[in-house]
């Protein structure tokens, strides 16, 4: 294979992790990496990689070059239910010059709301909620690595469950989960995407023929086969037509979770803060019957222990609709102001796990301009808390930031939104505060937050 500057980045993709970094050195070697451009600071801290599912089949090498390329100032790794690919991430950061944090996002039952529907539509008291800025995956041999673990089994059991419902209902492309679904991920992860993309190539194997491909569509859906050419014709189009009538609420494998279908959000707040990571509220678009009361909903996973929101504001301007778009930027202004009120950090992103998402929000346009700084300061003490707690055992709800800081909040996140905006830590500064130990590892911290850059 040549070696050109096109393959090494395809190479970036590879599921082999060596192979990957060695693709990312020569490209950061061969290439000078962008400038920020112009305007106010851009972030995307809610990046789905290939360990769970990413529209390109991207890796966390690839989203830290990409960012990185984008002169990003920060970027964020979020996986569905694994931290499979968090050194990966870290790493990435450290031979780019990026700011990187690794975060994790699952479903829980969320009991004080078990008869509304909050961020996941039709399935009342599911909640979306996510862990932010972990610094290390935990030791498999601790409670937390054997939780981690535990998460990881239930969603694949999940996933072996649903595909069995689907087999029965549609034996002509019945899969097997091990041979077809599993291989599509590098750690054997796959989400409910992967099952859908993997019914839609065995679909167009059964059905070689586009005539009967169509059919075979049209008799599942129960429309004319006419209708169904425009999606058809389209990869991302097809895959979430096919989502939507196998998987999603209404489809034909569909089943009704309950409070025993995904851990109880208690359960996952706690063993975020047992991990060192910030458990994150997750945010739609503020339209459901649960998110409609903003206010009460963050109030009670406040008190359980979230102390950080999550928002894809895409979902809230791009729209075409001008009622509906007004409608979705005056919920997102409320949650915004209603996060500032309480000093929870906010961080946005794009997930980059469906086509048609960009990589990137646009702080400066009209919908997002007025909270810029707010998404800006939210990226900073992410960032900020994955270097004090991967070098200077000082995460944001650790105990020794609870005696420095007390419940001042708005001192707590000044200090780690000060170290975040710090460069970048390269491969030998990450060396040097990781030789250091804790103790000198935070007074070198604290040095260069007092200079505004890292010194010696």
Known sequence: MPNTPETNLA????????????????ARTGAGLMPPPAGAPRTNMHLHSFFSFNTNGSSPCRLAWEAATAGL???????????????????????????????????????????????????????????????????????AGRVLAQYRQQAQARNHTLVERINRALPEIALDYDR???????????????????????AQQVFPDEAAHRQFWSRIAGQPAAQLSDRLASTAAMEEFIRALLIKSGGIAYE????????????????????????????????????SDAAAMLECLRAKGACALNIIPDRNHNIADPDLRSRKIAKLDEIVQLAAAMHL???????????????????????????????????????????????????????????EFGGDLRRRNAFFEAVGHLPAPDTVL?????????????????????????TG
């Not at 190479?11 to 020569?26: E, H, P, S, T």
């Not at 909640?127 to 800025?133: A, L, Q």
């Not at 991920?185 to 065995?202: L, S």
């Not at 990450?430 to 890292?454: F, H």
């Open 11 to 26: 190479l970036l993709d590879n599921f082999d992790l060596d192979i990957r970094l060695k693709a990312l050195q020569q």
């Open 73 to 143: 100032f920060a970027a964020g790794l979020c996986d569905f239910d694994v931290l499979d690919g968090l050194e990966e991430f870290l790493a990435a950061g450290t031979i780019l010059h990026l700011r990187v944090t690794a975060n994790l996002e699952t479903r829980a039952f969320f009991r004080e709301y078990a008869e509304l529907d909050v961020n996941s539509p039709g399935e009342p008291g599911v909640t979306y909620i996510m862990g932010g800025g972990f610094a290390r995956v935990p030791d498999p041999a601790t409670e």
């Open 180 to 202: 077809q679904v599993v291989p599509l991920t590098p750690a054997g992860a796959p989400t409910e995407r992967h099952i859908v993309r993997a019914y839609r190539r065995q």
């Open 256 to 291: 009704q979770p309950g409070p025993h279908s995904f851990p109880p959000v208690d359960d996952f707040i706690n063993w975020v803060r047992d991990c060192g990571a910030l458990p994150m509220i997750t945010w739609l678009d503020g339209t459901s019957a649960g998110e």
């Open 345 to 403: 950090p906010v961080q946005i992103g794009t997930e980059m796990n469906k086509a048609g998402q960009p990589f990137v929000d646009d702080p400066d346009c009209e919908a997002l301009r007025t909270h810029a700084p707010q998404f800006l300061s939210g990226a900073a003490i992410m960032v900020g808390h994955t270097i004090l707690a991967r070098y200077a055992e000082f995460p944001y709800n650790s105990a020794a930031a609870r005696v």
């Open 430 to 454: 990450a060396q040097k505060l990781a030789d250091a130990g804790p103790e000198r590892a935070m007074n070198l911290i604290r040095d260069a937050v007092q200079q505004g850059c890292w």
